[in-house]
């Protein structure tokens, strides 16, 4: 389990900024463990932002929701430079599905960081070919705290860190649940 290096808002030298990544395969807990996260924030009275990206509305339209159904208000939207302009004055700012944001969500997290701002992101970092899913490779290698969390596999029970594509479809991006995706353990994903 992941235990926050400091829930103070400030150092010595003012607000300290940092980056965290919580990643993962399908069905491992990534949005539970953002929430449990962000909740902690909250408990503390920080200032807390959340940001998705408008595209995943599997389970609501402006809210981040767990498989688990457990929820956390949350702002959409289209672009990563979006998230600087409505982060407004915050401590925290929480981002879920950050693989489905281009390139540029590296220097907006970097410069929240950079203001003083805890960052955490939650996202995939492979895709359903087992192959790293941009930009996660690059936030993984710039944060202060990295948490990779496990599903079980659907075939054999193992731990599983591979998302499986149910379907045919070749496409890069395709949003689905337990129809469309599961967890799979590395020797099933290669083997199938």
Same mark, same amino acid.
């Given at each position: 389990? %992941?235990?926050?290096?400091? !829930?103070?808002?400030? #150092?010595?030298?003012?607000?300290? $900024?940092?980056? /965290? +990544?919580?990643?993962?395969?399908?069905?491992?807990?990534?949005?539970?463990?953002?929430?449990?996260?962000?909740?902690?924030?909250?408990?503390?009275?920080?200032?807390?932002?959340?940001?998705?990206?408008?595209?995943?509305?599997?389970?609501?339209?402006?809210?981040?929701?767990?498989?688990?159904?457990?929820?956390?208000?949350?702002?959409?939207?289209? %672009?990563?430079?979006?998230? !600087?302009?409505?982060? #407004?004055?915050?401590?925290?700012? $929480?981002?879920? /599905? +950050?693989?489905?944001?281009?390139?540029?969500?590296?220097?907006?997290?970097?410069?929240?960081?950079?203001?003083?701002?805890?960052?955490?992101?939650?996202?995939?970092?492979?895709?359903?070919?087992?192959?790293?899913?941009?930009?996660?490779?690059?936030?993984?290698?710039?944060?202060?705290?990295?948490?990779?969390?496990?599903?079980?596999?659907?075939?054999?029970?193992?731990?599983?860190?591979?998302?499986?594509?149910?379907?045919?479809?070749?496409?890069?991006?395709?949003?689905?649940?337990?129809?469309?995706?599961?967890?799979?353990?590395?020797?099933?994903?290669?083997?199938?």
């Amino acid at each position: 389990m %992941f235990i926050e290096p400091s !829930l103070g808002k400030t #150092g010595k030298s003012g607000p300290k $900024g940092q980056l /965290e +990544v919580i990643c993962g395969s399908m069905f491992s807990g990534k949005t539970e463990e953002l929430i449990r996260r962000l909740n902690r924030a909250l408990i503390a009275k920080q200032r807390v932002e959340i940001f998705k990206p408008a595209i995943d509305k599997r389970y609501d339209e402006n809210n981040v929701v767990s498989h688990n159904e457990n929820i956390i208000r949350s702002t959409p939207v289209q %672009f990563a430079d979006d998230i !600087l302009l409505l982060a #407004g004055n915050c401590d925290v700012v $929480g981002i879920d /599905e +950050v693989q489905f944001f281009d390139a540029q969500i590296i220097p907006v997290v970097e410069q929240l960081a950079n203001n003083g701002i805890r960052v955490i992101v939650a996202g995939l970092d492979m895709d359903f070919e087992g192959k790293p899913f941009e930009p996660m490779p690059q936030l993984l290698a710039i944060a202060e705290y990295v948490t990779k969390v496990h599903a079980i596999c659907m075939k054999c029970g193992d731990l599983a860190s591979y998302s499986f594509r149910l379907s045919g479809d070749k496409s890069k991006v395709m949003l689905g649940e337990k129809e469309s995706y599961e967890a799979r353990c590395r020797k099933c994903f290669y083997n199938l």
